[in-house]
Protein backbone atom coordinates (compact mmCIF):
# COMPACT_ATOMS: atom_id res chain seq x y z
CA UNK A 1 0.00 0.00 0.00
CA UNK A 2 2.89 2.67 0.45
CA UNK A 3 4.92 1.58 -2.11
CA UNK A 4 1.52 1.92 -4.24
CA UNK A 5 1.44 5.85 -2.73
CA UNK A 6 4.45 6.68 -3.61
CA UNK A 7 4.33 5.22 -7.14
CA UNK A 8 1.38 7.30 -7.09
CA UNK A 9 3.40 9.95 -5.66
CA UNK A 10 6.28 10.40 -7.68
CA UNK A 11 4.06 9.98 -10.94
CA UNK A 12 1.66 12.78 -9.90
CA UNK A 13 4.87 15.27 -9.61
CA UNK A 14 6.12 14.00 -12.53
CA UNK A 15 3.40 14.29 -15.02
CA UNK A 16 1.12 16.27 -13.60
CA UNK A 17 2.81 19.11 -11.40
CA UNK A 18 6.37 19.50 -13.07
CA UNK A 19 4.80 21.78 -15.82
CA UNK A 20 3.84 24.09 -13.07
CA UNK A 21 7.12 24.00 -11.53
CA UNK A 22 9.15 26.64 -13.61
CA UNK A 23 8.81 29.55 -11.29
CA UNK A 24 9.31 27.49 -8.35
CA UNK A 25 5.88 28.35 -7.01
CA UNK A 26 5.28 24.76 -5.87
CA UNK A 27 8.48 23.69 -4.56
CA UNK A 28 7.42 23.32 -0.61
CA UNK A 29 9.10 22.19 2.77
CA UNK A 30 5.61 20.73 3.55
CA UNK A 31 6.04 17.40 5.23
CA UNK A 32 3.52 16.43 2.40
CA UNK A 33 4.41 18.30 -0.78
CA UNK A 34 2.16 16.24 -3.28
CA UNK A 35 -0.99 17.34 -0.67
CA UNK A 36 0.88 21.20 -0.65
CA UNK A 37 1.14 21.24 -4.34
CA UNK A 38 -2.47 20.19 -5.29
CA UNK A 39 -3.81 23.01 -2.91
CA UNK A 40 -1.40 25.36 -5.13
CA UNK A 41 -2.89 24.12 -8.22
CA UNK A 42 -6.81 23.95 -7.17
CA UNK A 43 -6.08 28.00 -6.08
CA UNK A 44 -4.44 28.63 -9.41
CA UNK A 45 -7.21 27.00 -11.24
CA UNK A 46 -9.42 28.56 -9.08
CA UNK A 47 -7.95 32.09 -9.55
CA UNK A 48 -8.17 31.14 -13.70
CA UNK A 49 -11.16 30.60 -13.65
CA UNK A 50 -12.59 33.83 -11.60
CA UNK A 51 -10.49 35.68 -14.11
CA UNK A 52 -12.25 34.63 -16.89
CA UNK A 53 -15.58 35.15 -15.27
CA UNK A 54 -14.06 38.76 -15.00
CA UNK A 55 -13.54 38.99 -18.18
CA UNK A 56 -16.09 37.49 -19.28
CA UNK A 57 -18.64 40.24 -17.65
CA UNK A 58 -16.65 42.86 -18.65
CA UNK A 59 -16.24 41.99 -22.13
CA UNK A 60 -20.66 41.99 -21.87
CA UNK A 61 -20.65 45.57 -20.78
CA UNK A 62 -18.28 46.91 -23.80
CA UNK A 63 -20.75 45.30 -25.99
CA UNK A 64 -23.58 47.49 -24.42
CA UNK A 65 -22.83 50.42 -27.44
CA UNK A 66 -23.25 47.32 -29.99
CA UNK A 67 -26.19 47.98 -32.09
CA UNK A 68 -28.92 45.81 -31.96
CA UNK A 69 -29.98 42.87 -34.50
CA UNK A 70 -33.66 43.12 -35.95
CA UNK A 71 -34.60 46.60 -34.20
CA UNK A 72 -36.92 48.22 -36.72
CA UNK A 73 -35.19 51.24 -37.48
CA UNK A 74 -36.50 54.73 -35.83
CA UNK A 75 -38.93 56.98 -38.13
CA UNK A 76 -37.37 59.79 -39.52
CA UNK A 77 -40.41 62.26 -38.80
CA UNK A 78 -39.36 64.84 -36.44
CA UNK A 79 -40.86 66.38 -33.67
CA UNK A 80 -42.78 63.26 -32.11
CA UNK A 81 -44.12 64.38 -28.60
CA UNK A 82 -46.13 62.23 -26.10
CA UNK A 83 -49.39 63.42 -26.42
CA UNK A 84 -49.53 63.59 -30.07
CA UNK A 85 -47.47 60.83 -31.57
CA UNK A 86 -47.03 58.27 -28.76
CA UNK A 87 -50.41 58.13 -26.41
CA UNK A 88 -52.59 56.55 -29.05
CA UNK A 89 -50.11 53.44 -29.88
CA UNK A 90 -50.40 53.00 -25.78
CA UNK A 91 -53.63 53.43 -25.81
CA UNK A 92 -54.88 51.28 -28.44
CA UNK A 93 -52.11 48.34 -27.00
CA UNK A 94 -50.38 48.65 -23.23
CA UNK A 95 -53.99 50.54 -21.45
CA UNK A 96 -55.42 47.12 -20.99
CA UNK A 97 -52.39 46.21 -18.03
CA UNK A 98 -50.29 49.59 -17.95
CA UNK A 99 -53.27 52.36 -17.07
CA UNK A 100 -52.64 54.13 -13.94
CA UNK A 101 -56.09 54.41 -13.17
CA UNK A 102 -56.51 51.06 -12.49
CA UNK A 103 -56.19 49.80 -9.12
CA UNK A 104 -53.24 47.29 -10.26
CA UNK A 105 -50.73 47.72 -13.21
CA UNK A 106 -48.30 45.30 -14.86
CA UNK A 107 -44.91 45.43 -12.98
CA UNK A 108 -45.89 49.39 -11.91
CA UNK A 109 -45.51 50.52 -15.19
CA UNK A 110 -48.00 53.61 -16.13
CA UNK A 111 -47.96 54.27 -19.92
CA UNK A 112 -51.01 56.80 -19.68
CA UNK A 113 -48.95 59.74 -19.01
CA UNK A 114 -45.75 61.29 -19.85
CA UNK A 115 -44.44 61.13 -16.26
CA UNK A 116 -45.42 57.52 -15.79
CA UNK A 117 -43.13 56.52 -18.89
CA UNK A 118 -40.28 58.62 -17.55
CA UNK A 119 -41.09 56.99 -14.20
CA UNK A 120 -40.87 53.71 -15.12
CA UNK A 121 -41.87 50.37 -13.44
CA UNK A 122 -40.44 48.77 -10.14
CA UNK A 123 -37.04 48.09 -11.63
CA UNK A 124 -36.43 51.33 -12.82
CA UNK A 125 -36.53 53.34 -15.75
CA UNK A 126 -38.20 51.61 -19.22
CA UNK A 127 -36.27 54.22 -21.37
CA UNK A 128 -33.33 56.05 -21.93
CA UNK A 129 -33.99 58.94 -23.64
CA UNK A 130 -31.64 59.41 -26.52
CA UNK A 131 -30.90 55.77 -26.33
CA UNK A 132 -33.99 53.99 -28.00
CA UNK A 133 -31.59 51.13 -29.13
CA UNK A 134 -30.68 50.40 -25.56
CA UNK A 135 -34.07 51.05 -23.76
CA UNK A 136 -35.92 48.51 -22.36
CA UNK A 137 -39.32 49.32 -23.70
CA UNK A 138 -37.91 49.23 -27.34
CA UNK A 139 -36.59 45.63 -26.37
CA UNK A 140 -40.12 43.95 -25.65
CA UNK A 141 -41.64 45.32 -27.89
CA UNK A 142 -39.72 44.69 -30.77
CA UNK A 143 -39.60 41.36 -29.40
CA UNK A 144 -36.06 41.00 -28.85
CA UNK A 145 -34.65 38.99 -26.00
CA UNK A 146 -36.47 37.00 -23.78
CA UNK A 147 -39.67 35.86 -25.29
CA UNK A 148 -41.23 36.11 -21.31
CA UNK A 149 -40.80 39.75 -21.79
CA UNK A 150 -42.20 40.15 -25.01
CA UNK A 151 -44.85 42.76 -25.04
CA UNK A 152 -48.01 43.24 -25.76
CA UNK A 153 -49.50 40.18 -23.53
CA UNK A 154 -52.54 39.11 -23.33
CA UNK A 155 -55.59 37.45 -25.24
CA UNK A 156 -55.90 38.51 -28.54
CA UNK A 157 -52.69 41.02 -28.25
CA UNK A 158 -50.80 41.85 -31.12
CA UNK A 159 -47.01 42.95 -31.98
CA UNK A 160 -46.74 46.56 -32.64
CA UNK A 161 -45.95 47.60 -36.20
CA UNK A 162 -42.42 48.08 -37.65
CA UNK A 163 -43.18 51.77 -38.18
CA UNK A 164 -45.06 51.91 -34.55
CA UNK A 165 -41.96 50.70 -32.83
CA UNK A 166 -39.93 52.80 -35.14
CA UNK A 167 -41.71 55.85 -33.82
CA UNK A 168 -41.55 55.23 -30.16
CA UNK A 169 -38.06 54.77 -31.14
CA UNK A 170 -38.18 58.63 -33.11
CA UNK A 171 -39.50 59.69 -30.03
CA UNK A 172 -37.15 58.38 -27.36
CA UNK A 173 -33.96 59.39 -29.28
CA UNK A 174 -35.10 62.82 -29.84
CA UNK A 175 -35.79 63.40 -25.95
CA UNK A 176 -38.82 61.32 -24.84
CA UNK A 177 -40.61 64.75 -24.64
Known sequence: MLAQRRIARKLASEFLLKPFDFSGVLRSNHPRPAL??????FTVTLALAFGSFAIAIADDTNNAAAPVPNLPPASTKTGVTFDADIKP????????????K????SAKLSLDTLQGVLKGDR???VIKPGDSAHSDLV???A???DPMTFMPKGRGAKKL?????????AW???GAK
Not at 89 to 100: G, K, P, R
Not at 164 to 169: E, F, K, P, S, V
Request: proline content about 2%.
Open 102 to 105: KPKQ
Open 172 to 174: IDQ
Open 89 to 100: IFDAACMNCHDS
Open 123 to 125: DGA
Open 161 to 169: TDDQIGLIR
Open 143 to 145: HIG
Open 36 to 41: NNMKKI
Open 139 to 141: MVI
